[in-house]
């Protein structure tokens, strides 16, 4: 490894690190022993988006309990989670890391837009499975181009037309005001929601605002917003800034119908801060329930859950609903490799994450399921309309299709 | 004195080229993309060492210039379809008009001032790559995609290794240029500017036409680090070019060691990999640690400045005396 | 009209916290010529103390009493163990000491609490005031309580021997020394206080931006704003600064370019104001003596 020591001889410490080229692996598949499936992960553990990291936290925890039940067809599970504090250059220095010098069998859960389309020409070019990709992004389920890469969350643009399909059905002449996030995050909703409105009626939007990230608060935004007479808000945006955006809503006392997206529904670290109260009549399309919902409390996922938040995490990690995300996640990797068995080469272990069908995700709203086809790499096409009725989330109507 | 010390420089430098040379031929793919970024890291640090080490103008902001660099290579390329080697000179003339433009209004305000108006430029850098606006060329938050250019002429280069060398190139004739500049008049005068301002005036270095551009001639280094950095990566978007990558910067050039040019090499190695070695040591700390590298980093700092506070350069410079004291006890002393 | 007095309100509101958070960053910056990029950080620390000890059960204002004072001590032991032995070193290296203690703290709290949001009592409850729902009882109370610190710390530096003492040092160490003053515990006390101050800004700033380790960042760069604008070495300025960057920031925002560019908006008022009075609206002109 590289010396700390010898600063007066960089050429000893540029010698060092030249010498700790990757080792080659004899096996076929690289990362699979006999014993051993190596997985490779980037996720943001530090920087802005930190608060994801729970999900490589949860999903790490959840390989060490397949392992002591066995590990899969006997091979112990080794997940390296890498930093990459949502920086693309970052990413793509430790997805080589992990594919070159590691010598993992494929990626899983990459976190971020930017960062996953940083690597994808990489792991495609490379044939290094990206399986299901911690982003909303559409661009994932595109099979022909990229047939090395799969994503997993329910995409935004798919939620936010089904937002726009019900709005038209239920208040077509509303007026809307749309606050979202400057970011990729951000913008996908956006085109989907237009998509999903047509050109017709774009002109129900009457007003738009965006934010950073790295702002203190929305709340000026939600006054201007207000501002334009809008009678719908929809609020794209993450944890933090939701919960701001509802509690000032209901402050100013905006009378609108209020949609939020589904990263921002988890009652208590969204909703309880902005106000349970102030939080009634917010309407969200989820796919993951929400594990403090009293409806679910005998739901054999949920007791689950908690057994396993018991023992391998702690209680803060069980209300966070993207550890629940996160558990979900790990669960289909899981049966992944069940499905393949005893060959795990590369182009199997596509061959099955594209081949996942009907199959119950833990901590899933039920009747929602993962379902993928060589031609679909959408593996969650399914939300739940809610509205909040200041204790839980109801759900109303049919489980929609995107 | 000097002159057994420029021996040593050479031989050293001699040596720190021959193993840049020769690493293509022996590292894997890995390691050549970490050894572009040691080169990238180091050009955008000569650049901010000659405005802040040896100008004394403090930039909080390079990465602002290091984003125009490389938003401008992509755009370019992606966009206007200009081949790499141009897009690189090109992007970072840009740089050096910006940066020369910015040094106006910093004539204005001292070190400190300067520090926090940098500082803001480094924040709202990113808010600025992705307005709106500009997204039909910027590509928005989307960023842009480039496809990485192969070794030309049918050379036996990977495209890895071709990249190292094309940055290498760039790394050695940019060390070159700034050895001449601190070494020559212009040199001179900006370490004049830098100590006594006053004093410079009155020999007669145009202190305004100096500052601007030095401004300018450092954001020309961040804008061809960025530039490079672009087509390594193979991929820009407003996250790339946040704080902490203006932080970084300040942190190489003050562990390499303010107004030394060699150092920059350590400096850019230190943040490269340093980062990773934090992440190595929390390991040990269990799965809830993930959280602990940046503590790791910052006491790393820390201790860093403690037992090096003029840099890698100050220490080897110390260690170098020292030896020579040790070793030649029988020359005849000068007090 | 509305719209124009909501924006206006939680301005001031958030002013406040800027004027707080540049008053401590002045603090610091009289004494030790240095800009503690810490701050921001130590003031969320603080909060999560606060935070742990409500949840806990302790009540709020005995909570807050008890952040402050923890926050003054910590702030004493870091000038003390980590800032003081850089005194005489270049001062970039204390830079990087600063920014090294910035890493350190967010990830402690990362660490130790997590990263989701986490909502943060007020003391003063969240009913809208004035009845358009113009103003929260709590933005009025952080108002309320940035104008109750100006006026304290202003009456402390004026009236009392011990401020005298710290102005002296701050301002000629040499000759305060002469005098019998000890000049690195005044350098002590000035860290001590200005993290004291930041942690009070921490727990008005988070029932309205909510709790979690990012949360300073955002507003340490507007309170840098504030503290340039009014002048870095002139306290008052300084949290004039910070009202006047918190109000202009919304009204700027909403009615002259937009949400998009606010962060540049403050990059803006910093260079244009460094331009045209480089000592910021208050400040001291610095005229240097050839």
Excluded at chain 1, 228 to 255: C, E, H, M, Y
Aim: with cysteine; aromatic share 12%; hydrophobic share 50%.
């Amino acid at each position: 490894m590289l010396t700390r020591r010898s600063f007066l001889q960089s050429s000893a410490a540029a010698a060092a690190f030249a010498a700790s080229a990757g080792s080659a692996h004899a096996d076929a598949t690289p990362g699979i022993t006999a014993t051993e499936i190596k997985i490779g992960q980037t996720m943001p553990y530090s920087g802005p988006a930190s608060a994801y990291g729970v999900i490589g936290r949860t999903e790490a925890a959840y390989f060490k309990m397949i392992n002591e039940q066995g590990g899969i067809n006997g091979r112990k599970l080794n997940l390296i989670s890498l930093d990459d504090g949502y920086s693309p250059p970052k990413t793509v220095e430790q997805v080589r890391r992990l594919v070159e010098q590691e010598q993992v069998a494929f990626l899983f859960q990459t976190l971020g837009t930017p960062p996953n389309t940083a690597i994808r020409p990489y792991c495609n070019e490379h044939k290094v499975p990206q399986l299901f990709v911690a982003t909303g992004a559409a661009k994932w389920n595109d099979p022909k181009h990229f047939p090395w890469t799969i994503g997993y969350n329910p995409s935004y643009e798919t939620e936010a037309r089904i937002y726009a399909k019900q709005i038209l059905a239920t208040k077509p002449d509303a007026k809307i005001a749309i606050l979202y996030a400057n970011d990729d995050f951000g913008k996908d909703y956006i085109v989907g929601f237009k998509e999903g409105l047509g050109a017709s009626h774009e002109g129900m939007i009457v007003k738009e605002a965006t934010y950073e990230n790295s702002e203190p608060t929305v709340d000026s935004q939600v006054v201007t917003l207000q501002g334009s007479g809008a009678d719908l808000f929809f609020i794209v945006a993450t944890p933090k800034f939701a919960a701001q955006a509802i509690r000032k809503s209901f402050d100013l006392g905006w009378n609108a119908t209020r949609y939020i997206t589904n990263v921002s529904v988890s009652i208590a670290t969204v909703l309880k801060p902005a106000g349970l109260d102030k939080s009634k009549g917010l309407i969200t399309g989820g796919y993951v329930l929400d594990v403090t919902d009293p409806r679910y409390k005998d739901n054999p996922d949920v007791k689950g859950w908690k057994a396993f938040t018991d023992k391998y995490m702690s209680a803060k990690e069980y209300i966070d609903v993207n550890a629940c995300y996160a558990f979900g996640a790990a669960a289909t990797m899981v049966q992944v490799l069940k499905q393949c068995g005893n060959d795990l080469s590369r182009e199997n272990v596509m061959k099955q994450a594209a081949n996942l069908k009907a199959f119950a995700a833990p901590l899933l709203i039920p009747g929602i399921a993962i379902n993928t086809s060589p031609d679909d790499f959408d593996p969650i096409r399914q939300l739940q309309l809610l509205t909040f009725n200041g204790t839980s989330w109801e759900p109303f109507g049919e489980i929609l299709q995107g | 004195m000097a002159r057994r010390n420029g021996r040593i420089a050479s031989i050293v430098t001699a040596a720190v080229v021959i193993v840049a040379l020769a690493i293509p031929f022996f590292a894997s793919g890995y390691r050549l993309y970490q050894g572009s970024q040691v080169l990238i890291l180091a050009i955008a640090l000569l650049g901010l060492n000659l405005l802040t080490g040896f100008n004394g103008q403090i930039s909080l902001g390079h990465g602002a210039f290091f984003a125009i660099g490389g938003y401008g290579t992509a755009i370019l390329m992606a966009k206007l379809g200009v081949p790499y080697w141009a897009a690189i000179p090109i992007a970072s003339v840009v740089c050096f008009i910006a940066g020369f433009l910015f040094g106006f209004p910093a004539l204005r305000f001292g070190g400190l001032y300067l520090a926090l108006a940098t500082f803001a430029l480094a924040v709202a850098m990113p808010q600025m790559l992705s307005y709106k606006g500009f997204d039909a060329y910027t590509g928005g938050p989307m960023g842009l995609l480039l496809t990485k250019p192969h070794a030309p002429f049918g050379l036996p280069l990977s495209g890895d290794q071709w990249l190292y060398l094309f940055c290498l190139a760039f790394a050695a004739a940019l060390y070159w240029a700034a050895v001449n500049l601190v070494r020559g008049r212009v040199g001179r005068g900006l370490i004049a500017i830098r100590d006594h301002p006053i004093a410079a005036e009155t020999m007669g270095v145009n202190a305004a036409l100096y500052k601007t551009t030095c401004f300018g001639v450092s954001a020309l280094y961040a804008g061809v680090a960025g530039g490079l950095s672009a087509i390594v990566v193979g991929f820009v978007s407003p996250e790339s070019f946040g704080l902490p990558l203006s932080l970084a910067f300040l942190v190489g050039i003050v562990v390499g060691g303010l107004a030394s040019l060699g150092g920059m090499l350590f400096g850019a190695v230190f943040i490269e990999f340093v980062p990773n070695v934090a992440d190595q040591l929390t390991v040990n700390f269990g799965e809830s640690a993930k959280a602990l590298p940046g503590a790791v980093y910052g006491v790393l700092l820390i201790l860093v400045m403690a037992l090096m506070p003029a840099g890698v350069a100050g220490a080897a410079r110390a260690l170098a005396s020292l030896a020579a004291r040790f070793f030649a006890p029988a020359r005849r002393r000068t007090m | 009209m509305g719209e124009f007095l909501h924006l206006l309100a939680s301005g001031l509101a958030l002013g406040g916290v800027y004027a707080i958070m540049a008053l401590a960053l002045v603090m610091i910056y009289q004494a030790t010529q240095l800009i503690n990029f810490a701050q921001g950080e130590m003031a969320m620390f603080s909060t999560y103390v606060a935070w742990k000890l409500m949840d806990s059960g302790w009540p709020y204002w005995r909570a807050f009493a008890a952040t402050v004072l923890v926050s003054f001590i910590g702030g004493v032991v870091i000038e003390r163990v980590v800032v003081r032995p850089f005194a005489r070193a270049p001062i970039l290296a204390s830079v990087i000491v600063s920014i090294g203690l910035a890493f350190i703290f967010n990830s402690l709290a990362g660490y130790l609490y997590g990263y989701s949001v986490t909502s943060f009592d007020s003391p003063f409850g969240d009913r809208p005031l004035f009845g358009g729902g113009y103003m929260s009882a709590h933005e009025a109370g952080a108002v309320l309580v940035s104008l109750c610190v100006l006026a304290v710390v202003y009456a402390f530096f004026r009236f009392t021997p011990l401020g005298l003492a710290m102005r002296a040092a701050a301002q000629n160490p040499v000759s305060s020394r002469l005098v019998g003053i000890r000049v690195g515990w005044m350098l002590a006390l000035g860290w001590g206080l200005a993290a004291a101050i930041g942690s009070i800004a921490g727990m008005m700033a988070a029932p309205i931006v909510y709790l979690d380790p990012n949360m300073m960042f955002g507003i340490l760069l507007y309170a840098f704003a504030g503290a340039v604008l009014g002048g870095i070495d002139n306290p008052f300025g300084a949290a004039f600064g910070g009202f006047a960057v918190g109000v202009m920031e919304n009204l700027v925002g909403a009615y002259v370019v937009g949400p998009e560019v606010k962060l540049s908006v403050a990059l803006a008022i910093i260079v244009a104001v460094l331009v045209w009075r480089p000592s910021g609206l208050f400040g001291r002109r610095l005229v240097a003596r050839v």
